[in-house]
């Protein structure tokens, strides 16, 4: 079990990215690179300079909006506390920040096409040698004249100088991407455990699914298996380890943790994919 400290971690500007606009992130946790369980949850902030063209990824992706507001155009807005499920080879988009400023946090993770997911590192790898013969704009990658190359999304582009092969997108199994108004699900007792509240938010195939967690003071949860816990408010101890608001709370696949609340706490837990029971990749914390 780990307990990430919002304080403790710096936010970094991306220098190499394949998107258009300014992007500052705070890495939380990552996983083992090179394994279909490998997944990132991270917090971005993003300004009315971003745009991606409309996409789709081979990875499941969750962002729930803590301020500001992230159009995708027909699919939908988030705004403040709306969550959005964006499942892998489901396009969407075009994307577009339309405040001064936005502020998410976000899951990408190996979905059930077993795909894996491409670690920041890779990427930024990726972008920098792409930049040696084309250019990234507007999203979209543009070879340069007569390398035999065809303009492709930015992420495809990177993706196959990653892996070395054409990249197969998994067949979509939503037709949009799942918004959710988080305030408008009702709160109801935890079965079985006194001072605690969830709102359930989506369970989906293989074990993934979102929920909200709401402890009252001197109340406790016990979360089990691979979980990610952010802190939307409030504060106690997980497993003896102090926490605040904006914290990460994590377990793995073998781990429990208990959670005390000394104020009311409010909890996004995001139960996460398992592919492989045998051999889930342990979370690395970026504070480590």
């Not at 400023?101 to 972008?127: D, F, H, K, M, W």
């Not at 065809?150 to 990249?167: G, M, P, T, V, Y």
């Not at 939307?232 to 926490?243: D, P, R, S, Y």
């Amino acid at each position: 079990m780990q307990v990430i400290r919002d304080a403790e971690l710096p936010m970094v500007e991306r220098k190499e990215t394949q998107r258009e606009g300014r992007f500052i992130e705070k890495t939380y946790l990552q996983g083992r690179p090179g394994t279909p369980d490998n997944f990132k949850f991270y917090m971005v902030q993003q300004f009315g300079d971003f745009y991606s063209p409309r996409h789709k990824h081979n990875f499941e992706q969750v962002r729930l909006q803590l301020s500001g507001t992230t159009s995708y155009d027909k699919d939908g807005t988030l705004k403040p506390g709306v969550l959005g499920y964006f499942p892998e080879g489901t396009p969407y988009g075009p994307t577009t920040i339309k405040t001064d400023e936005s502020l998410i946090v976000i899951l990408q993770a190996g979905g059930p096409s077993r795909s894996g997911y491409a670690s920041a590192a890779e990427r930024e790898t990726a972008n920098h040698e792409l930049r040696k013969t084309g250019t990234f704009r507007d999203g979209v990658y543009f070879p340069n004249p007569g390398t035999g190359r065809k303009n492709q999304d930015s992420f495809e582009a990177c993706w196959e100088f990653i892996n070395k092969r054409k990249l197969v997108y998994p067949e979509p199994r939503f037709q949009r991407p799942v918004f959710m108004n988080t305030d408008s699900f009702p709160w109801r007792p935890l079965a079985d455990v006194r001072g605690v509240a969830e709102k359930e938010l989506g369970s989906f195939e293989l074990g993934f699914g979102f929920r909200y967690l709401r402890i009252d003071p001197g109340a406790s949860v016990t979360v089990r298996g691979r979980t990610i816990c952010y802190v939307l408010g409030g504060g106690g101890a997980a497993g003896g380890e102090a926490f605040g608001k904006s914290d990460v709370i994590y377990t793995d696949a073998s781990e429990t943790a208990t959670i005390k609340a000394t104020t009311t706490t409010e909890l996004f837990a995001i139960s996460m994919l398992v592919l492989d029971a045998a051999a889930v990749p342990q979370a690395d914390s970026a504070a480590a």
